[in-house]
């Protein structure tokens, strides 16, 4: 079965969103200038075109059964990506695509290692998260991130700043150095699908990356749903709280529906919402943020959700009418529009922008096959036929800024200046502020080059004590072997023969000269070519 | 060519929607310009009579009872024992100044009164959201998208304007931007728009050496890919070579105009600065914050919470006023100000006021019908006026401020997308 990490090692991040800020009431734009920190000398850019934004949503939400985007002057618009046939050319090794979609961004080494063991055993290891040996990265995280282990109360207590810097440095952190990789990008996904922003529930996000996200991210579906259900950061964050007998909050009874299971289109109706939302009556948040269920709030009258009728019971005390929730969202978690909504969102972000039918029916398949086993589905979707010929995907902020740290190799104490560049790049780790998490579109996010260019930029000349980047297995006795280091470091040897030429064609005026190696590294990271995966 | 009639019901709408229509050479080019997921709509006119929108976001939900007050009602000051501007015609030294025979502004935002008598500054009392969520959250999240509760909308009201409307200059690489960290969301749904908190410095970074050489290596990299990625690129680098030719930090405002050295300061300098760059820049959003007043409110003290923060928007726009809005200017600008709601009457045991329901906005232009403070059935403050008992009622849809706006002065006619399934009341807001 999945993995169920133990409590020692990992836990604490996810990616996503947010930005640091404050606690409960501060503003928006003070939790923009609260933390910049580190990026506050940068610049920031970015464009997110009309048409980015609302495809991003309306692709969600509303399938775009177009058979074949037209191809044509509207194309920016598409939703889907257009790219580069010329780069799904040059990467012709399975091993190579594989490790682009389970990992965060190819390097070297790991290349090197994966082809070793093959492409199964290598998708094997990594769907065990458990079993690969990540000591170093759980204690750097333990000794570092602290506020990581603590309980509500604690987090309570403690420097919020301080907090909210710590969950975003070690879900960083972890995407570039942890050997679970796989792991990682799950946690990635889930992070979104149970979206959380920090700027409404404060530290308590803290608490659902370890407890919820990072516990069953490779997991089982059902066990994963629940826990979010459990979950006070949840609770807090869609106003569950609020909601008690005669006077309801549907926020919550919305969202487990419409984003968390079984989607927009799951069949629920308005009414489904007003009862879902009467039986989750009593589902709050006590003390500094620990779920607790309240009967005094319950209300125990008839309900029906779904076509399930739940007739009146005595009001009680203790779990009493606990029950009737639990009940359903057990149901929602195995429901069948659930295994087909799950099995879209997984196979969009792992695979491709538009899966075809027959690609999501297998994942569908899978999942109500194995009562939604996570590994089991990931198998079913990262198989060598559909990598061969899925389209490239667009790496969003978080992920191209991994990626470029992994392909540096730099020595690190400390990726505070990762977090600002995030930032600056507008995908501020756990502050997306709406429940469907940070989009995963390519048009939402390609205005933003500007911020990512001079991320580029300033990773790769970063000598500093807490973050060396050290150029010199970057350095070629001449302007095409410098590029040819480059393109295996960073593109695992996979590149245009235009793009090899243009690299070596900057270097070429000094290609032993380490400031003008760094300023190639900057602009292979900026490249066109890196933007992909 | 569909345009939206169908969600505007109203008579008086209509004919604000046919007047803003006409003229509009509009209509033809649009299909290859308008994002696939606008209905139809009918193109806003391209012609140079439309303004320029500066938008500006009061974030945290400004005390509009603060900022603007009716000095002759006496539950104003047995609710505020702490939290009150004193009477116009009272000895204080922080009394504000009567804009009318009822309403007074702060002293802190004094330097408002020459462009208010100018007729230039209109304000809007008891305005806000309709929907009564007391959620900064949901509620700075309604506004700007221009609706509340639809979550599929995601795009903002401003973006959607622009959205629908040719560029006031063809082939201008940058039509809007927000000076803040991060695309704001009134914006987001623009076509050639970007997040650029401190245009000074937007720019490639690195080696000041290598940077022409950079860049050409970038853009003959982005030029060769498909325009899914290579057209945002290009558009930054356009844009960098705009801003690149304007001297932010030379920049000498007409008018005498002082701007504060804050942050809004500085952001509405750079406004100023990118409007009269004249580079096709038609819409400005910015925010300023600290308006969460739950404690020691002191909006009448001397550098007090409030009063601090209430000086930094008057300056910054008084100074905006005489240096973009006056003069002989071949632009015109409309500057809306708004929050996500106000605060309650009665103060609270912290000496501040917690989350409320209407507040006010400010509208300034020259094209704006100023100089008046505009209600709809203001009543006394008595507590059996207020919503629950606690909050000045919201009698005035921001939206229907916007919607004039965006027909008259922005000459978009597509009001049912920019604001989908609201009819406006037309309140009489522009010239």
Redesign the interface.
Known sequence: MGVTLEHDEVHGAEQGLATAEVSGEASISSRRTFFVTAAAAMVIGGAKDAQAQSVSRTGRRARRKLPEPVRGVSLALASAAAPPDAQLAVWRDPVGRLLRRANFGITRDELVRAKALGFSKYLEEQLRPSMIDDRDVAAFVATNYPTLRMTPEELYGADQGKVSNEIQEATIYRAAFSKRQLYERMVEFWSDHFNIDRDKVGYLKTTDDRDVIRKHALGKFPALLKASAHSAAMMRYLDQPDSRRGNINENYAREIMELHSVGVEGGYTQQDVNELARVLTGWTVSGRGIFTYDAQIHDFGPKSVLGKTIPATAVGKGLAGKGEADAIIDSLALHPKTAHYIAIKMTKFLLQYDPTDAMVAAVEAEFTKTKGDIPSMVRVILTEQNLMVAPVKYKRPFHWAVAAVRSLGPSVTSVSLIRGLVDNMGHSLFSWETPDGYPDKMEFWSGLVLARWNAANSISSQTGATFNFNVTPFVGTTAETGAALIVDQLFGGEVTESFRTRLADFLRPAPTNTARVREAVGLALSSSQFQWY | MAQHEHDTGCEEYNTLSRRAFVGAAAGVAA??TL????PKVVLAQSASSRDIIVSV?L??GSDGLSMVYPFTDTNYYTGRPTVAIPRPDSNSATRGIALNGQFGISAAMSSLVPAYQAGNLLVVHGAGLVDNTR???DA??FIEVGKARD??L??GWL??H??TSTPMRSNAPLRALGL????PRTL???????????PA???????TT?RT??SA??R???E??????????L??LN??TLLNNINFNGYVPSGGAVYPNT?FGRGMRSAAALIKADIGIEALQL??????T?SGQAPAVVNGNMARTMTDLAQSMAAFHADAMTGGVSYRVTLVVLSEFGRNVRENGSQGTDHGRGSCMFVMGPGIAGGRVMTNNWVPLARENLESGQDLRVTIDHRDILSEIVARRLGNPNLGVIFPSYVPTVRGVTL
Request: hydrophobic share 40%; aromatic share 10%; net charge negative.
């Open positions: 299909a290859a994002p696939a997921w606008l976001f974030r945290g959620s900064h959250f700075q999240r979550a599929n995601v795009t973006g959607r622009l959205a803040s960290q991060g695309m987001v749904g623009a076509p050639k728009s970007l997040p650029i908190p401190n410095g937007f720019g490639l970074g690195g080696s290598t050489e950079r290596w970038l003959g990299d982005y060769a890919v498909d325009t899914s990625i290579g057209a945002p690129a558009d930054a844009t960098v942050g925010d300023i914050g600290g308006w969460d739950h």
